[in-house]
């Protein structure tokens, strides 16, 4: 199938605004931490086909670029492409509906037992696991990148630049977008 014949597929039959707001809400429900995105992913493009790979790249990168959460940014975009403002609306409120719902609750849990040592240890659990889950992700969604020495470049530097010499994401941007640009540049062809 063609991503043309993909995107008149989601555009032609949009998902109704309850199935979206259930869709969004069991991610929300089931996924922690950076696995949110790779569970959009799963739900988007693989388990409903909503989107197609290329589209969900192309959001990806747009919620990357926005203001806050990553996984929000990508239901706001998913969402409106596929329903608009309601469906936007919809999706977002279906993925942090949960998580909400999850930190008040630990948050009176915590506040009533922040005291206890073994709370600390759950929670230096939990930092790990999420950890794992977004380096997985991470390596999951930009499978096709580490095969490239190209990419794997441009990975490797992006990371040096922001874990050893502790430069900000504005800065890293400003040194590494132009150097891929200039990488992944459209060749003429002869």
Request: aromatic share 8%; net charge positive; hydrophobic share 55%.
């Amino acid at each position: 199938m063609t991503l043309a014949a993909d995107i008149s597929i989601s555009k032609a039959d949009p998902p109704k605004l309850g199935d979206l707001f259930i869709q969004f809400l069991l991610i929300g429900a089931i996924s922690f931490g950076g696995g949110i995105i790779a569970y959009e992913r799963i739900l988007l493009v693989e388990k409903r086909k909503w989107l197609s790979p290329d589209e969900f790249m192309a959001y990806l990168a747009i919620s990357q670029t926005m203001p806050g959460l990553n996984s929000v940014n990508m239901a706001v975009l998913s969402g409106d492409h596929l329903r608009g403002a309601p469906g936007a609306f919809i999706a977002s409120i279906g993925l942090i509906l949960p998580g909400s719902l999850f930190v008040l609750g630990m948050g009176i849990l915590y506040a009533s037992a922040s005291n206890h040592p073994l709370v600390n240890l759950i929670l230096i659990g939990i930092a790990a696991a999420a950890s794992g889950l977004l380096a997985a992700i991470t390596y999951r969604i930009g499978e096709d990148n580490w095969r490239h020495l190209k990419s794997l470049l441009i990975i490797v530097v992006t990371f040096l630049l922001m874990s050893i010499a502790k430069l900000s994401l504005p800065i890293v941007l400003l040194i590494m977008a132009p150097i891929a640009i200039y990488l992944y540049r459209p060749r003429q062809s002869a």
